[in-house]
């Protein structure tokens, strides 16, 4: 009898444990099956930096219609539609004949006060002599001195109008203000120009911007934006902001920004897009989620998810973040995971 209940202790025994190893599988087993399946990234390989693109075009700085200044015929136009021409550059060439022909009676008139003013002097120089000697009246001495003032005043008189000959005469010849490329001629050889008639049409070759107009809300990722670029014909060109118009547009609504070239420049008149990136690293909008009717992203803590709400998210759109490249947010898998749950990184 005593063998009897020893033998069924030694059965009660096992038995007890065979179920606490049984419960200890079984509880692993659930904490296993459990562990969600994930796989991970860090935040730097993940985000991007969302681009934008507005209509721009490629302006001169100066866009002139040169004009005639005195009246004269169109002699010759030596650089062709077409041409680049350097600063100073001949554009017209006016017929400067009258004007050299007034010049030149200009300095013939002059020449002759000169000849009367140093009589008049001389004569002034003999009466001061003679009033030493009183052997001249005090009013013929006051004639002397008003006669060679009265020709000083002449003869500075004369040079303004030498002067004046002398510009009309550069008048005749149009240079180029700067660096430019010849538009249009406007008039023709042989045709008769009168001062304001337009006679030849340029643009400025080495001053070129871009300009673009914008909305307000993309002032600010504009004025951030550390890649600025043209884009027209295939071709892309560097530019940086120089301007951002202070006043709207009351008919459109919004801004012009103006930008330089930094190296190759387009052509004036190119149209094109204006494109730019913003520098703050954003979500892409196909990693977010909602929980709780909020939108945020899991990242992994642990052996744990962690939901991350992003304040200003939109569904759709990729937010901005400020969270360390070293994140690691949750990519597959956290369509079926909750805040706090476990968690098994592939």
């Known amino acids: 009898m005593s063998n009897t209940k020893k033998s069924t202790r030694n059965l009660s025994t096992i038995f007890y444990f065979t179920r606490l190893i049984a419960l200890t599988f079984c509880i692993n087993s659930f904490a296993f099956a459990e562990a969600t399946r994930v796989t991970s990234q860090t935040l ?4 991007i930096y969302p681009e934008f693109s507005v209509p721009a075009s490629a302006l001169s700085m100066n866009d002139s219609k040169l004009s005639a200044e005195v009246r004269a015929k169109v002699k010759v136009f030596p650089a062709l539609v077409g041409d680049i021409v350097e600063r100073g550059e001949v554009l017209v060439q006016l017929d400067e004949k009258d004007y050299k022909l007034n010049l030149l009676l200009a300095k ?22 003679l009033s030493k000697e009183k052997a001249i009246s005090n009013e013929r001495l006051q004639q002397r001195e008003a006669d060679v003032r009265a020709l000083q005043a002449e003869r500075n008189s004369q040079k303004v109008v030498i002067a004046k000959a002398e510009r009309d005469l550069k008048k005749c010849t149009i240079l180029a203000p ?4 010849i538009i249009k001629r406007i008039t023709q050889v042989g045709e008769l120009a009168s001062p304001g ?12 911007e871009v300009s673009a ?22 071709l892309s060109y560097d530019v940086v902001l120089r301007q951002i118009t202070p006043a709207f547009d009351p008919v459109q609504r919004n801004r012009e920004a103006r930008f330089l070239f930094t190296g190759t420049r387009a052509l004036a008149g190119s149209s094109g897009t204006l494109r730019w990136k913003k520098s703050q690293p954003h979500i892409p909008a196909n990693m977010l ?8 992203i899991f990242i992994i803590d642990g052996d744990k ?7 200003g998210a939109h569904e759709g759109r990729p937010v901005a973040t400020d969270l360390p490249g070293s994140t690691r947010l949750i990519v597959n898998g956290r369509f079926a995971i ?3 749950n476990q968690i098994s990184v592939d």
Do not use: C, M, W
């Open 44 to 47: 730097d390989k993940i985000v």
């Open 108 to 129: 013939t008139t002059l020449k002759g006060i000169e000849s009367r003013l140093k009589l008049a002097k001389y004569q002034l120089n003999q009466a001061l002599s």
């Open 178 to 181: 700067f660096d430019a490329i």
């Open 197 to 208: 008639t337009p006679l030849i049409r340029i643009i400025d070759a080495s001053r070129i």
């Open 213 to 234: 107009k914008f909305q307000a809300q993309d002032i600010s990722s504009l004025q951030q934006a550390t890649h600025l670029q043209f884009v027209s014909q295939g």
């Open 289 to 296: 989620s909602r929980r709780n009717n909020t939108l945020g």
């Open 305 to 311: 998810a962690r939901f991350v709400a992003i304040p």
């Open 338 to 340: 909750q805040d706090g």
